[in-house]
């Protein structure tokens, strides 16, 4: 099975169930909102839309993507003729949907070796994301190597061994305080000699300007393509799901400087709002590929909007469809 497509169906659903309760407390903040303000109305009248509204801006799907989500489901209730808030509601989930599905979620990693360079700042979980998709990607089949370019703590390249011999992934680094340059030049030309499939690159969260970090991972970048000219084929950001709008600020700058090919979102089950990806997907206009949930590591997983949904509605609408 290739790693761009998601997991079997037994494996997928059982990680979702599992997702879905830990994501309880968005899903328990979202539906106290929703049973407030939307589901104990009579009437699909003014008020009613206005307090749909402020319930989507407050679980953190920013204005614009409040503001079309409302003005859509206003038309597919007049047009569906629609009377009751629970319709309205399963019309709403099934809109997000809409807006969910249409992006592109693959992984582009077809290409071997093919290049994924993690970003992020320090503390969102960049290590342990290389170290959980290293394992999926050896688990179906391919072979990774982890680059530890994040050569400013020397924490970081020891954390970051340590997941590569839990993940059975090979492993290069240099010395702490070394040019993380040199080590992702090192790292592609072993991939290539050996004909490795991944190679997985973590890089400095954390410099003494925010100048600086983004000069150096551009030169990572930019080192990447020297060795081979079609990497990396993901740069993908590191985002806490918790930290909310303000998380989007700190996207827009990764994305701004480096180009980013799509989003993790970690602790994804820790966030108490709901609507984060959709906010950093239409800010952006960049997909999120990849989920976490905890430390362990299987707890990574291709995003997948639906199960998303039937997770974040599970306090106040029943999933029609399990499979």
């Known amino acids: 099975m290739s790693p761009t497509e998601p997991l079997s169906l037994p494996r997928r659903d059982a990680w979702w169930r599992r997702m879905s309760r830990r994501m309880d407390r968005a899903s328990l903040s979202f539906s106290e909102q929703?049973?407030?303000?939307?589901?104990?109305?009579?009437?699909?009248?003014?008020?009613?839309?206005?307090?749909?509204?402020?319930?989507?801006?407050?679980?953190?799907?920013?204005?614009?993507?409040?503001?079309?989500?409302?003005?859509?489901?206003?038309?597919?209730?007049?047009?569906?003729?629609?009377?009751?808030?629970?319709?309205?509601?399963?019309?709403?989930?099934?809109?997000?949907?809409?807006?969910?599905?249409?992006?592109?979620?693959?992984?582009?990693?077809?290409?071997?070796?093919?290049?994924?360079?993690?970003?992020?700042?320090?503390?969102?979980?960049?290590?342990?994301?290389?170290?959980?998709?290293?394992?999926?990607?050896?688990?179906?089949?391919?072979?990774?190597?982890?680059?530890?370019?994040?050569?400013?703590?020397?924490?970081?390249?020891?954390?970051?061994?340590?997941?590569?011999?839990?993940?059975?992934?090979?492993?290069?680094?240099?010395?702490?305080?070394?040019?993380?340059?040199?080590?992702?030049?090192?790292?592609?030309?072993?991939?290539?000699?050996?004909?490795?499939?991944?190679?997985l690159v973590d890089t400095a969260g954390r410099l003494h300007t925010k100048v600086n970090l983004m000069a150096e991972l551009i030169k990572v970048r930019n080192v990447s393509r020297r060795v081979i000219p079609e990497a990396p084929q993901e740069m993908l950001l590191v985002i806490e799901a918790p930290t909310g709008m303000n998380a989007i600020a700190q996207a827009r700058v990764f994305h701004e400087a480096l180009g980013l090919t799509g989003i993790v979102l970690t602790k994804l089950d820790g966030t108490s709002r709901g609507g984060t990806v959709l906010?950093?997907?239409?800010?952006?206009?960049?997909?999120?590929k990849l989920v976490g949930l905890g430390e362990g590591i299987d707890d990574l997983n291709v995003f997948e909007p639906k199960a998303y949904l039937d997770a974040l509605f599970a306090g106040v609408l029943e999933s029609p469809d399990k499979s």
Not at 52 to 63: H, I, K, N, P, Y
Not at 89 to 104: G, H, I, Q
Request: proline content about 3%; hydrophobic content about 50%; charged content about 30%.
């Open 34 to 199: 929703v049973r407030d303000v939307v589901l104990l109305r009579r009437d699909l009248d003014e008020s009613f839309w206005d307090d749909l509204l402020e319930v989507l801006v407050g679980a953190d799907c920013g204005l614009p993507v409040a503001e079309r989500l409302v003005e859509r489901l206003r038309t597919r209730v007049r047009e569906e003729r629609m009377t009751s808030a629970e319709e309205a509601l399963r019309a709403l989930k099934a809109e997000m949907l809409a807006v969910l599905e249409a992006r592109d979620r693959r992984l582009r990693i077809e290409a071997v070796p093919a290049v994924v360079i993690m970003v992020g700042v320090n503390g969102s979980g960049k290590t342990t994301t290389i170290g959980k998709l290293a394992h999926r990607l050896q688990s179906e089949g391919r072979t990774v190597l982890i680059a530890a370019a994040d050569t400013f703590r020397a924490a970081a390249i020891d954390q970051m061994r340590l997941w590569a011999d839990r993940s059975s992934a090979q492993f290069v680094a240099h010395q702490p305080g070394g040019d993380p340059g040199a080590v992702v030049y090192d790292a592609l030309q072993s991939a290539v000699a050996r004909g490795i499939d991944v190679v």
């Open 279 to 288: 906010a950093i997907e239409e800010d952006l206009g960049v997909p999120v």
